[in-house]
């Protein structure tokens, strides 16, 4: 083999085998984007779902006060609270507002309050959505069901969080 045949052999070896190169650290490039693209996306639905386990908590802590309120105006414990109907709540309720449909909540990034769009507008309109709703079990009419429900939609996919307690009328003489 002539020297001019030997230089074209290793010219050509050298252009496989930066191809190779290449194509493995591209590769390794693109698993590594992959892998942070998910993370973001992770990232960003565990915390939804963090801020919905707290709005729905703070649906039943609305209802908790109202019926704290009612003790300590010696009333009775669940007045104005009724069943089977859907209920819009913020923080600072002092009486629940019923809904026919479920507006989304609306966010101040100044106070870091959510609120609902009971007044129809929509600045600040966040994902989530909240709805309280009251049972009273009939076997036990000093007991009431509360559930909190926020539900927000990502990328097609619906997500909820329910959250459920129990308050019982316990001034109730034996």
Known sequence: ??????????????????????????MGL???LTLLTSSYAYTQSAGQRF???????????VVRSMVDKNYVDNQPWN???FPEVPYAVNFDSQNLTPV???DPLLYDPATGIFRSDIY??????TPFRRIVEISY?????NEMIVISRVSWATKGED??????DHFFDWRISP
């Open 79 to 81: 007045r104005g609270i």
């Open 137 to 141: 079990p009939e076997e036990n009419l």
């Open 30 to 32: 693109l698993g590594v």
């Open 159 to 164: 997500n909820d969080v329910v959250l459920e």
């Open 51 to 61: 801020v919905a386990t707290y709005l729905a908590a703070e649906g039943i802590e």
């Open 1 to 26: 083999m002539n020297r001019e045949t030997r230089r074209k052999k290793q010219a050509g070896q050298i252009l496989v085998e930066s191809i190779v190169g290449i194509s493995v650290a591209l």
């Open 120 to 125: 129809g507008t929509s600045e600040g309109a």
């Open 100 to 102: 026919s449909g479920v």
